[in-house]
């Protein structure tokens, strides 16, 4: 499969309005940060998939970690450049996921709260190894997806300004053996509600 290039450019085309509307922290995400920062011993350098609006990264750096913003949007690249921050445009399933600023140095966690929900099925084992392999051993994990069977695509916008979002539901025994083989080991998975009817599997893992 490859990235789906409708839900990037959907994205695209909303990306300041997603920033306002996900600029609240969830509480569910907040208890999320808390635990990835104490395993990580309240330092360290993490690569952020999907940083869209911007707000965990933000909340990370006040937590003592150092972030390297990526988005697959340049929308959401673009926004968080405007506001004087770096972000680099990425896409993890196919682009060098090393860290420009210390190159031959692996990441210390990988945060990636709410994108990979928009990565194939079939493509998830491989984007899950690939930051396995750009993350030390013993490095972390926090990633989340929506719980659930199948896919689905929704639709929004009008004619003049289609948007099209595809993504992936995962159960958890699924996941947990996708994380596995790409080389973590899972802590946890947490069921987290966000909006009502809003579920999501909550993964803590650490490179194997
Ligand atoms: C629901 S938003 C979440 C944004 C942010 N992490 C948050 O929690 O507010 C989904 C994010 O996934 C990104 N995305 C879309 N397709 C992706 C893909 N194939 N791989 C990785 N990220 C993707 C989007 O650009 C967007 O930043």
Request: hydrophobic share 40%.
């Amino acid at each position: 499969m490859s990235t789906d290039r409708n839900t990037v450019q959907s994205y695209d085309m909303v990306a300041a309005e997603y920033a306002a509307e996900a600029a609240a922290m969830p509480e569910w995400v907040a208890t999320e940060i808390d635990l990835f920062v104490t395993e990580l011993g309240g330092s360290g350098r993490v690569l952020e998939i999907g940083s869209g609006g911007g707000r965990d990264a933000l909340e990370l750096e006040k937590r003592g970690i150092s972030v390297r913003r990526t988005d697959i949007s340049k929308g959401f690249v673009e926004l968080l450049r405007e506001s004087g921050l770096e972000a680099d445009l990425l896409d993890p399933l196919t682009e060098d996921l090393a860290d420009p600023q210390r190159p031959g140095t692996p990441y210390d966690g990988i945060w990636a709260c709410a994108c990979l929900i928009h990565v194939a099925r079939q493509d998830l084992g491989t984007v899950l190894g690939r930051l396995a392999e750009a993350t030390r051993t013993g490095g972390r994990l926090h990633a989340s997806v929506r719980e659930g069977d199948g896919e689905d695509v929704c639709t929004h916008g009008n004619a003049a300004a289609p948007r099209r979002y595809v993504g992936t539901y995962w159960r958890e025994s699924a996941l947990r053996a996708a994380l596995t083989d790409a080389g973590w080991i899972v802590s946890e998975i947490r069921r987290c509600v966000g909006k009502p009817h809003d579920r999501w599997l909550s993964v803590r893992a650490s490179r194997a």
